[in-house]
């Protein structure tokens, strides 16, 4: 795994989301809102931003095309995610997660084209499994949301985009500037889009401001930032059509998994298929 940092990067990511997803239901049940949880989530991108800065001894990459790409990967990430809320805001749950779930499909598409990377047939397989199992990982039974409209699948579609772009044009930024200067601009659009999900929030509802709120909400967040970083450096080292569709299929297995354990959810029959169908193209694209 040496031998291949981005393996070992890419499940370090892998393992932090994973926890992450499965702990993250936490504050949001104990009455902290979703909005305020990205405002957190967004500080907690501060600290692993200055430990990438200490790395590479402060050299920032500010030339005008690294400011240019580190805000395209920024403003892609964080927006995507403000966007997200307005969706989930008009739009079921089990039909919105499985659309925005399928966006590593848009940068292999993305890197095949532009970046002409290119694979094993072994490989392959592993990708287009992965993508597979990433459907089904997402999988929710319908409930009694109220559809209003089709604005909510545009926003859906609008965060798909948003996430595949960005994965695309952390490789593309990755040839030209650090790895760390990347993460840097990410934490500053995460920021710098928090007036947004203040905006959004409900604020008539009643809000839990003790540990089990935006203290834990912060002890939670940090494995996503962390994961986030991790994320960049596989990216760097590693193939983005094998990377992408690597992390974001592992992941939920891990969440299903720690929630079966703290929640004691049993996963549904789609949901355990996809487990069986990720791990199987795990075996392929480590190889």
Known sequence: MIKRPW???????????????????????????????????????????????????????????????????????????????????????????????????????????????????????????????????????????????????IFAILVFLAWGIQAFFMKKANFHMKAESIFFYMMIWALLLNPFAYLFTDWSQEINYGFRGPYLAAIVSLLNSIGALTLVYAIRHGKVIIVAPLTNAIAPVITVFISLVIYSVIPNPVIMAGIVIALIAVYLMAE
């Open 7 to 153: 393996l070992l990067f890419a499940l370090t990511t892998t393992i932090f989301w994973g926890i992450w997803g499965a702990l993250i239901e936490l504050p949001e049940r104990a009455g902290f809102p979703a909005t305020l949880i990205y405002i957190v989530w967004s500080l907690t991108m501060v600290p692993c931003a200055i430990v990438g800065l200490a790395i590479i001894k402060w050299k920032l990459d500010r030339d005008p095309r690294s400011i240019l790409l580190g805000s395209i990967i920024g403003l892609t990430g964080a927006g995507g995610q403000i966007v997200l809320f307005q969706a989930l805001a008009d739009g079921p749950a089990y039909l919105v997660f499985p659309i925005i779930s399928l966006s590593p499909a848009v940068t292999v598409l993305l890197s095949i084209v532009f970046l002409r990377e290119t694979t094993t047939k072994r490989h392959w397989t592993g990708i287009i499994m992965a993508l597979i199992a990433i459907v089904l990982l997402s999988f929710q039974k319908p409930d009694n949301t109220i559809i209003k409209g089709y604005l909510w699948f």
